[in-house]
Nanobody
Framework: QVHLVESGGGRVQAGESLSLACKVS????????VGWFRQAPGKERHFVAS????????IYAEPVKGRFAISKDGVDGTVYLQMRELEAEDTATYIC????????????????WGQGTQVTVSP
């Protein structure tokens, strides 16, 4: 079975930094592409960033470019999302997802999803 477990969420002040982790486990998942999405209360889910299976290609949504960085541990496949210069608008539940075939911002391309971790940024 495939499992994705997010960690690292919390409450910070605007301008501060936070790092999230997504632990992916399951057969053949070490080289899966992993994406981060976020969803604020009452709003749609939006793409944040993604990284290819071998970690060579990354994609970012415009609102987070230059502030967020996605990376992947080549040994255990854990994917990290380092967030800096956080803004109140970044407040959301952050959810990671894995795809064995695609790397990008289309949520339908992702087969497996975690439960999410809450990030709250106070102005």
């Amino acid at each position: 079975q495939v499992h994705l477990v997010e960690s690292g969420g919390g409450r910070v002040q605007a301008g501060e930094s936070l790092s999230l982790a997504c632990k992916v486990s399951g057969r053949f998942m070490l080289n899966a592409a992993v994406g981060w999405f976020r969803q604020a209360p009452g709003k749609e889910r939006h793409f944040v960033a993604s990284i290819s299976g071998r970690g060579h290609r990354t994609i970012y949504a415009e609102p987070v470019k230059g502030r967020f960085a996605i990376s992947k541990d080549g040994v255990d496949g854990t994917v990290y999302l380092q967030m800096r210069e956080l803004e109140a608008e970044d407040t959301a539940t952050y959810i990671c997802a894995a795809s064995r075939t695609m790397n990008g911002g289309v949520s339908d391309d992702y087969e497996f999803w975690g439960q999410g971790t809450q990030v709250t940024v106070s102005p």
